[in-house]
Each structure stands twice: as C-alpha cells, then as structure tokens.
T-cell receptor, first 113, second 113 residues
Framework: EAGVTQFPSHSVIEKGQTVTLRCDPI?????LYWYRRVMGKEIKFLLH????????ESGMPNNRFLAERTGGTYSTLKVQPAELEDSGVYFC???????????FGQGTRLTVV | DQQVKQNSPSLSVQEGRISILNCDYT??????FLWYKKYPAEGPTFLIS?????DKNEDGRFTVFLNKSAKHLSLHIVPSQPGDSAVYFC????????????FGGGTRLMVKP
C-alpha cells in the first residue's frame, strides 16, 4: 500500500512568487492534515480536511495560504504571495475515519529567498 | 504558549541500555497521546499511542507511560539500538477521534554502539 506522498520534495522560490504543494493521502483515508515545521522547532498544525470539507483551519497563518481537497482525494496548499517567514518543511498527513494515528508524508522543504 | 513540551532537546544512551524520553502537557482536554520517530529528510513515523483511560501501553521494545495527575508521559525503549537514533516527537490530541495533533519540540536520541 502506498503511503502519503508529497510533491515537490524541495522548492526554492523568490519572495512574492506563488508556490503550490501537493499531497496524495493514503487511499481511503478521510482525514487529511497539513502541518508545518519552521526552523527546526515543533511541528505545528495548519488545517484538517474530512473528505473534501475543511474541518478545522485554525492553524492557517493568514489569507496568503489556501488549501483545497478536490473530491476528497488529493490536496493542494497554495502560498500566494510567498514571504520569507513561510520557509520551512510542510508535512501532509492522513488517517482513517475515527482514527487519531496519522501517517505522514516525507514533507516539502520550502525556501523563500 | 506551548501546550506540549519536551524539555530535553537531546539524549545520549549506550546500546543495550534503556532510553527514557519525557513529555509534559498543560491542556486538560488532551485525552490521546502519541509518539512519533523522525529520521532526517523523512516525515514523522507513528510509533506508539496511549489513551487517557490507560496508564501504560507496550509494543515490543517500546512502552509509553501516562501520569494524568502530573500531566506527564514518557517513552521507554529497552534495549536501545543504534537504529533507534532519531528525533522523537510527543503529540497530543483531544475532543474527538481524528482531531489535530499538538506536538512537542522533539528530543534527539543518540544510541552509541
């Protein structure tokens, strides 16, 4: 069974540009989460989808971040326009309905210069 | 304010001995706790979990202990192996199954051969 996959693994963009991160969860997992780790600190929650609906987006930093989950399958996280403080590793995770144990992807390392 | 804290940023242990990683939390609403292991350039990997209705959960060499009155949990690894060298994150969740995870800052474990 394929795990959670994220694309790209690395992205370097200039301040003011747009970047879109993609996450493919484990097939059949209703829950999909985005997390971010900045400067080697703790991993922080961004938002949670249940199928195609946003269950909780309380962790989204500001309106420059937009997440979507098309048809309850893969998800994208767009940052527009990117700022220097957006640099970090963005993790996607998924879990089965009714389960808290989430499986994580390898992450996308975003560097804004 | 950090609701989940891992006060030891690093721990060094001899192969074959016990590794004890500690975690404290402040939010009384947390009722499910997890440990994740993370290797460089990879996403966190789920290791073991415990519900607040238990005080101990064991899986092979890994045991998690929960002290609700002290709001403290610990992960014991016995015996420690060099392959256990990684960053270990404590995480907590509450409210409903599948809710977001709140992570601690991580503890880097080094197991020396």
């Amino acid at each position: 069974e394929a795990g959670v996959t994220q694309f790209p693994s690395h992205s370097v963009i200039e301040k003011g540009q747009t970047v879109t991160l993609r996450c493919d969860p484990i097939s059949g997992h209703d829950n999909l989460y985005w997390y971010r780790r900045v400067m080697g600190k703790e991993i922080k929650f961004l938002l949670h989808f249940v199928k195609e609906s946003k269950q909780d987006e309380s962790g989204m930093p500001n309106n420059r971040f937009l997440a979507e989950r098309t048809g309850g399958t893969y998800s994208t996280l767009k940052v527009q326009p990117a700022e220097l403080e957006d640099s970090g590793v963005y993790f996607c995770a998924s879990s089965q309905a009714g389960n808290t144990e989430a499986f994580f992807g390898q992450g996308t390392r975003l560097t804004v210069v | 304010d950090q609701q989940v804290k891992q006060n030891s940023p690093s721990l060094s242990v001899q192969e074959g001995r016990i590794s004890i990683l500690n975690c404290d939390y402040t939010n009384s609403m947390f009722d499910y706790f997890l440990w994740y292991k993370k290797y460089p350039a990879e996403g966190p990997t789920f290791l073991i979990s415990i519900s607040s209705i238990k005080d101990k959960n064991e899986d092979g060499r890994f045991t998690v202990f929960l002290n609700k009155s002290a709001k403290h949990l610990s992960l014991h690894i016995v015996p420690s192996q060099p392959g256990d060298s990684a960053v270990y994150f404590c995480a907590a969740s509450g409210g409903f199954a599948g809710n977001m995870l709140t992570f601690g800052g991580g503890t880097r474990l080094m197991v020396k051969p």
